[in-house]
Each structure stands twice: as structure tokens, then as C-alpha cells.
């Protein structure tokens, strides 16, 4: 049984930083997709970063580039989404994500995500 836990949430100004963490246990593969996804009141689910556990590969949404990086240690089953020069738009709930066998090839699509943790807050005050 996988199962996915997110941290490091909270409150930041605009151009702030913040470093989310996911947790993942159960998984016995190592070519999957890790991804963050978020969601905003009102709007629909985003893709935001996804990272191929199997090589590094990563990928982006096009409003996260340059600001966001994704990184992963496979040694202590952990995903991470680096955060930088935050804006009031990227204020959402964030959730981390994991698939079955599969390698991002879906991202930012959510279709091949089978497993998601609780979320955690992530708010930007301008």
C-alpha cells in the first residue's frame, strides 16, 4: 500500500520561499512518476512539477519554470518541491502525487497519478 505525506506548508510573503516534502512508503518500483499538483479555491487541479523517479527527468508547468524545482532522494523515499519567488497566485493546496508504472509522459495531466497525500496549505500574501 503506498502512501504519500506532505510538509512544509505555511504562510509567506510575495518573493518568499517555501520547501515541500513528501514522504512516500509502500512503493516496491522504481520507474514511476512523482508529481505536485495543486489547487486553488474555485479552480481546477494544476499540475506543477513532476519528476521521473527512475532517471531524474523532470517537467514543469509553464507558470512554475524558473521559480519551481522539483528533486527527489530515492534513498530516503522522499520528494521535494523547492519554491522560490513566490506570488499571490501560486496560493493554493498543494498535493504530491504518485503513480503506478509509469514515467510522466501524461504530466501535467493527472490521469497516471493513482496515489495523493492529505495536502498541505501553501499561502502568499502580497
Known amino acids: 500500500q503506498v502512501q504519500l505525506a506532505e510538509s512544509g506548508g505555511g504562510s509567506v510573503q510575495a518573493g518568499g520561499s517555501l520547501r515541500l516534502s513528501c514522504a512516500a512508503s509502500?512503493?516496491?518500483?522504481?520507474?514511476?512518476?512523482m508529481g505536485w499538483f495543486r489547487q486553488a479555491p474555485g479552480k481546477e487541479r494544476e499540475g506543477v512539477a513532476a519528476i521521473y523517479s527512475g532517471g531524474g527527468t523532470t517537467y514543469y508547468s509553464d507558470s512554475v519554470k524558473g521559480r519551481f524545482t522539483i528533486s527527489q532522494d530515492n534513498a530516503k523515499n522522499m520528494v521535494y518541491l523547492q519554491m522560490n519567488s513566490l506570488k499571490p497566485e501560486d496560493t493554493a493546496m498543494y498535493y504530491c502525487?504518485?503513480?503506478?508504472?509509469?514515467?510522466?509522459?501524461?504530466?501535467?495531466?493527472?490521469?497516471?497519478?493513482?496515489?495523493w497525500g492529505q495536502g498541505t496549505q501553501v499561502t502568499v500574501s502580497s
Open positions: 502525487a504518485g503513480s503506478g508504472v509509469s514515467w510522466c509522459y501524461r504530466f501535467p495531466g493527472d490521469s497516471e497519478f493513482l496515489y
Open positions: 509502500g512503493y516496491t518500483y522504481s520507474s514511476r512518476c
